[in-house]
């Protein structure tokens, strides 16, 4: 089973760029379709990216054209590039190792999650 790992969370203030990385483990990443999530204060956890085994890649209306997700398999990493970042992007984000069925991702190994907390 694939172990996941996020880093390149932190406080950043409106209109700035964070990179997120996801580092995995234990199965043969290029295999596995991959997703961002995040969740809020007091709300569901949300999909914001998702990236296919292939590199086709979807995202949440929220956050096209500010937010890419793209995939390493040499370095088993997959990365959410957050720019023109707002104060509604605050929430813990996760890595998700999954699948597409069809034009649906479904979420099945989680990481721990990593902060991104924007000021204003």
């Known amino acids: 089973q694939v172990q996941l790992v996020e880093s390149g969370g932190g406080l950043v203030q409106a209109g700035g760029s964070l990179r997120l990385s996801c580092a995995a483990s234990?199965?043969?990443?290029?295999?596995?379709?991959m997703g961002w999530y995040r969740q809020a204060p007091g709300k569901q956890r949300e999909l914001v990216a998702a990236?296919?085994?292939?590199?086709?890649?979807n995202y949440a209306d929220s956050v096209k054209g500010r937010f890419i997700t793209s995939r390493d398999n040499a370095k088993n990493t997959v990365y959410l590039q957050m720019n023109s970042l707002k104060p509604e992007d605050t929430a813990v984000y996760y890595c998700?190792?999954?699948?597409?069925?069809?034009?649906?991702?479904?979420?099945?190994?989680w990481g721990q999650g990593t902060q991104v907390t924007v000021s204003s």
């Open positions: 990236i296919s085994s292939g590199g086709n890649t």
């Open positions: 234990g199965s043969i990443f290029s295999t596995n379709d």
């Open positions: 998700n190792a999954g699948y597409y069925w069809g034009t649906n991702y479904y979420p099945q190994t």
